[in-house]
């Protein structure tokens, strides 16, 4: 089958930690892969932001990425993309007609617009990820949501002109029949994560305390250094967690952490509670050091406000490292509560750190948690059992497709 994945802004050739880089690209990434690894042809559309790199660059047996003009050549951030899907959609129609994919995999909401313009007329099924959701943006945000004041409605009609949408959790479900999209109309594909890569064999990378002291305790949590991530929740339950530290990797390379206006906030906040020096800022982490990171953890919280799906608990699990996580968006699906780690109520510091300290006071209870989520993720969230499922609703959606009317102009 050749497949076409449409990612606008998240290549998967770039690197993470940056304001616009994160799970998507993985998404992308591995999904991609783990197709081709199935005999499927492989091309991800993404647009150009460098003038550097070929029009087609091979991203490994049977996957392609090609670059799209768009736009500039030049970074250019999501929210202000919009108007240059017009010619994004207008270089996938002309690429299509070219040789027709049997398949078209939009992911994000511009996307989709690019992906249903491109695919007008010829006949090529499109299923729809969106990642994130702006009316869950809209309602968490408010005045700050940065996104296009027509996405909500855009997405709405994505929702009921594609093949099919295919939500990453149960939660984006019922968001969806919000917007008016029938359930009918959606499948339940996770994200994944790779169970070799992250694994319970994986050396402990266990960096030195700040000054060379140790602590009885290490928490992790992993993210970009935006306020949505929580960071600030997790800073605050140390206060009441004796003898611990937290490190928080992600976010802009070390040496830029002193300008970054979140990590300024960040160290504030640590400075104020009196736990300055329990709280270490890593930065940026390579991919390659994570699994390593993660394994020196006692436990990994992800302490999100909102959360459209989440890889970092996948992450945890995989590694056979206990989760603390906010009982939000796709934490619903990936935490089992009190088997593979706890739920708390977003934005009540308190509850995350009565859920921490019991759970450090049991070795017993962090190994039979670790154990389990290994497991879990094995069962539930490798890239292969993802590849399967997206598989199941290709062939649903190319078995039943016809060319829709009143498409999207």
Not at 114 to 125: F, K, N, Q
Not at 137 to 156: F, L, M, N, Y
Not at 365 to 393: C, H, I, M, N
């Amino acid at each position: 089958m050749r497949i076409a994945m449409v990612s606008e802004h998240a290549s998967p050739l770039a690197a993470l930690g940056g304001p616009d880089a994160g799970g998507q690209n993985v998404y992308v990434a591995q999904l991609s892969k783990a197709l081709a690894r199935r005999g499927h042809l492989v091309t991800v559309h993404t647009r150009r932001d460098a003038p550097e790199p070929p029009d087609r660059v091979p991203f490994g047996p049977g996957v392609v990425v090609e670059h799209v003009p768009a736009g500039p050549a030049r970074p250019v951030p999501k929210d202000d993309l919009l108007e240059y899907m017009p010619d994004f959609g207008a270089h996938l129609a002309r690429r299509w007609a070219e040789q027709r994919p049997h398949v078209v995999h939009a992911h994000f909401w511009m996307s989709g617009l690019a992906a249903l313009a491109g695919s007008r007329g010829l006949g090529v099924p499109v299923v729809q990820t969106f990642h994130a959701l702006g009316s869950v943006k809209r309602r968490h945000q408010g005045a700050d949501d940065t996104s296009p004041p027509e996405r909500i409605e855009v997405e709405r009609r994505i929702g009921r002109e594609c093949g099919r949408v295919m939500a990453t959790c149960t939660d984006e479900v019922f968001e969806l029949t919000a917007l008016g999209v029938p359930p009918e109309r959606t499948s339940v594909v996770p994200c994944g994560v790779d169970t070799d890569e992250f694994g319970p064999d994986v050396p402990a990378e266990v960096p030195a305390g700040a000054g060379g002291r140790r602590f009885g305790r290490r928490l992790l949590a992993i993210g970009r250094l935006v306020p949505r991530k929580g960071f600030d929740q997790a800073i605050t339950a140390l206060a009441e967690i004796p003898d611990a530290e937290l490190l928080i990797a992600g976010g802009p390379e070390p040496a830029r952490l002193a300008s970054d206006p979140e990590a300024e906030r960040l160290r504030r906040l640590a400075g104020e509670l009196g736990v300055a020096d329990r709280v270490r800022l890593l930065g940026a982490v390579p991919h390659e050091r994570m699994p390593g990171l993660i394994r020196g953890a006692d436990l990994v919280l992800s302490t999100p406000r909102y959360e459209p799906f989440g890889i970092v608990p996948l992450e945890a699990m995989a590694c056979g490292v206990p989760i603390v996580a906010t009982g939000v968006g796709g934490h619903l699906d990936s935490v089992a509560d009190k088997v593979t780690g706890r739920l708390v109520p977003p934005g009540d510091p308190g509850a995350l750190a009565r859920a921490v300290n019991e759970l450090v006071g049991s070795p017993e209870v962090l190994r039979r948690y670790g154990e389990a989520g290994r497991k879990r993720a094995l069962a539930r969230f490798s890239w292969e059992r993802v590849a399967d499922g997206a598989e199941q609703v290709y062939a649903q959606v190319v078995a039943s497709h016809r060319v829709p009317t009143g498409a999207i102009q």
